[in-house]
């Protein structure tokens, strides 16, 4: 049994699908049981959400993509190479079965790279557009507190592409994917090149960013401080550092040390979205949502009280709870955790009173589980902590990764964000521990 990249099954088992956590569903196991398992190269996961896109009925639109190696290959590789004067009328253009990019550099002349099939690589393609060769689509990530009327969206239609070899499971992403033609366009005014004796390259408009994980590893290290730096990939594969502005027309310079080939945890942002790789060896150790879902249970097993209301608190593990008595709320200055009550509300100030410890808190915000697995870096049970100021709940090394990566935001620049919801954190360090009464 195949599940396609799009979340459908093959013909001869289409009966079989995905559940929503991205497993296979009970009704398939009896009859895939004699089928060939599934090989899995990883998931992508679009921060911002957590652990699903409401309302949304797309099977190619979802807060989670997970690749697994095709049932044919469909990877390209570079075939041959050549210089024409009218791109539109070349045969590698006007065959839609042939996969091409043209690089424009003057009115009279383009370069044309022709692509073959390469039966050890599969090929997953992402962007904005609809159309059949994207696999999976990603519209841009709507941040809190930002006025979204007629804001155009930034996210090329064709955004980028990754071929994985299905051997040795190495995932590559390059800049640009194929249009329903099977080709790649860089107009006259694209950012491109061409070293002596290399291939031409070039740059899509607003760019591909990637950032790899700190030390190669995605966790918390507190003796490491040092961020890891964005890097640009090319349409050609090629790592530079970031331009001056996301469109700017001067390339950086080119950094040899750094691939791209995908790392578990390393980020992908697609200038209005951002995603995280994670890789099938890197979440086979990470907490599932079972784990997660004990986690609230044995925090809402201790029976925490509201210390003026004098209810029973219950973490929810969805955004709201039915049941307002029993909804949690963070003063976010000190970390207690209270019901919902008017104790301590100044007369003509949004400033609050926490009860416990007397501290003047200026936010007091809902509690609400932070669900999505993969976004976790570690299963240890360390006590909570929340996101400042969106109240996201998560494990203490996760809050502290979190709150050192700066995403991508604006033409340069670069904020920490709740990957639960995509809130800009605010204050330092970003996030609250909390105590329970």
């Known amino acids: 049994m195949v599940i396609r990249s799009d979340g459908t099954a093959s013909e001869s088992q289409s009966q079989c699908c995905l559940d929503d956590d991205n497993s296979i569903n009970s009704k398939c196991s009896e009859d895939s049981k004699y089928e060939q398992p599934l090989v899995k190269y990883g998931e992508l996961i679009i921060l911002g959400y957590n652990g699903t896109i409401f309302r949304e009925k797309s099977k190619k639109r979802k807060s989670k993509f997970v690749l697994y190696r095709r049932e044919k290959p469909n990877g390209i590789k570079q075939a041959k190479h050549y210089t024409v004067k009218n791109p539109s009328s070349t045969q590698a253009i006007i065959d839609t079965k042939q996969h091409s990019i043209s ?11 022709e692509y073959t099939l390469d039966e050890e690589t599969d090929m997953f393609q992402i962007g904005r557009s609809s159309e059949k060769p994207i696999d999976f689509i990603v519209l841009d990530t709507l941040q809190a507190g930002v006025d979204h009327k007629n804001m155009a ?8 592409r990754i071929l994985c070899n299905r051997n040795t499971l190495e995932c590559r992403v390059f800049a640009a994917g194929f249009d329903s033609s099977s080709n790649i366009f860089l107009g006259e005014k694209a950012t491109k090149w061409q070293e002596q004796h290399e291939m031409i390259d070039g740059l899509t ?3 591909i960013l990637i950032m790899h994980p700190p030390n190669g ?25 970031v331009r001056e502005t996301r469109s700017a027309p001067q390339k950086g310079v080119q950094v040899a040390s750094v691939s791209n080939v995908l790392q578990d945890g390393t980020l992908i942002d697609l200038c209005g979205a951002t995603l995280l790789w994670r890789s099938a060896e890197g979440l086979a150790k990470s907490p599932t949502k079972q784990y997660l879902e004990e986690l ?43 019901g919902l009550h008017d104790w301590g509300q100044e007369t003509h100030s949004s400033l609050r009173t ?19 697995p993969s976004f976790y870096v570690d299963t240890k049970d360390t006590g909570p902590y929340c996101f400042n100021p969106c109240g996201h ?45």
């Not at 730096?229 to 090629?238: F, L, Y």
């Not at 926490?354 to 999505?372: D, F, Q, R, T, W």
């Open 393 to 437: 709940m998560a494990t203490e090394n996760t809050v502290k990764y979190w709150s050192r990566i700066g995403i991508p935001l604006g033409t340069n620049g670069f904020e920490s964000f709740c990957p639960f919801c995509a809130t800009q954190l605010e204050g330092h360090p970003g996030y609250t521990k909390l105590i329970f009464n």
């Open 153 to 160: 969206s930034t996210i090329s239609r064709f955004a980028c």
């Open 205 to 207: 408009t607003n760019g």
């Open 296 to 338: 609230i249970e044995k925090l809402n097993a201790s029976r925490p009280v509201c210390p003026v209301g004098l209810n029973t608190l219950v973490i929810p593990r969805k955004s709201v709870l039915n049941n307002d008595k029993q909804q949690p709320y963070v003063y976010l200055n000190c970390g207690h955790v209270q």
């Open 217 to 241: 590893s995605f966790s918390y290290n507190p003796d490491n401080q040092q961020p890891p730096m964005w890097r640009e990939v090319s349409v050609g594969g090629g790592i530079f550092s």
């Open 103 to 113: 690089f424009t550099l003057n009115r009279n002349q383009a370069v044309i790279i």
């Open 354 to 372: 926490c009860p416990m410890c007397l501290k003047e808190s200026s936010s007091v915000v809902k509690l609400c589980m932070g669900i999505e």
